[in-house]
């Protein structure tokens, strides 16, 4: 229904500016604005008036006349000197109205197209989501390893009693120093071991102080949240 109303508004905007300024000119060379009693000149120039029937710009005014009163009978014409200054400016606009009424609807619509763009995208993703993954189990999808598990609020298990995160994060040790470190660490030199957190403090590891080693996810776990996070957003019915 939203996406219907947003269709409306869009298509509501575009005739708007198709009919607020039609273009066309009668005789006189002017024309009523967007159907309203609104008249203004143009004959070659910006919009503008013609008060006390004189032209701002020079302009032959029949306004009034008709082609059996015209004496002499010749057409309009434009002086092709430099245009005298308005002496009233005030009444001369732009054609389609003032400047910044027209900015903002064209603000405006370009506001409605980019969130009907981003409607469609989200739209997209949930049935490619939808597709990918409904009533599937996400621990198969994440290649959980064998004897862990997790449920939905994301806590781990190792045959199935809770066990804290630090036992799946992942931090790297080297043969020589007491220290356990990131993968990329300038300090972890020769070869280097992936063990969990919890079983680095258990034997006496300290965090680097070079790295500052923050523990990482397993490719597993950062899989599972990652799918957990698409079925929340989604609302797609799977299995832990």
């Known amino acids: 229904m ?124 949930a049935i490619d ?10 621990s198969r999808l994440a290649c959980i390893p064998h004897g862990y598990s997790m449920d939905f609020n994301e806590n781990v298990y190792f045959n199935g009693e809770k066990v804290s995160v630090d036992d799946v994060l992942v931090v790297y040790l080297s043969k020589s120093g007491h220290s356990y470190h990131k993968e990329n660490c300038s300090h972890l030199h020769g070869t280097k071991t992936a063990t969990s957190l919890e079983r680095a403090k258990l034997f006496g590891y300290k965090q680097c102080k070079v790295c500052v080693a923050t523990p990482e996810p397993p490719p597993w776990l950062r899989e599972y949240k990652k799918i957990n996070a698409a079925r929340k957003r989604y609302r797609i019915e799977m299995n832990p």
């Open 2 to 125: 939203k996406k219907i109303i947003a269709l409306f508004l869009v298509l509501a905007l575009l005739s708007q500016f198709a009919s607020a300024h039609p273009g066309k000119t009668d005789s006189r060379g002017g024309h009523h604005v967007g159907g309203t009693k609104e008249y203004h000149y143009h004959h070659g120039y910006p919009a503008h008036q013609h008060t006390d029937g004189i032209c701002p710009y020079d302009f032959d005014d029949k306004t009034g006349q008709n082609s059996g009163s015209n004496s002499s009978g010749s057409e309009a014409t434009i002086n092709t000197n430099e245009p005298k200054e308005n002496p009233h400016p005030a009444e001369v606009e732009t054609e389609d109205g003032p400047w910044y009424v027209q900015a903002f609807w064209l603000a405006l619509l370009i506001l409605i197209l980019w969130a009907q763009i981003k409607a469609i995208k989200i739209h997209k993703m």
């Open 129 to 138: 989501a939808r597709h990918k993954y409904s009533g599937k189990s996400i």
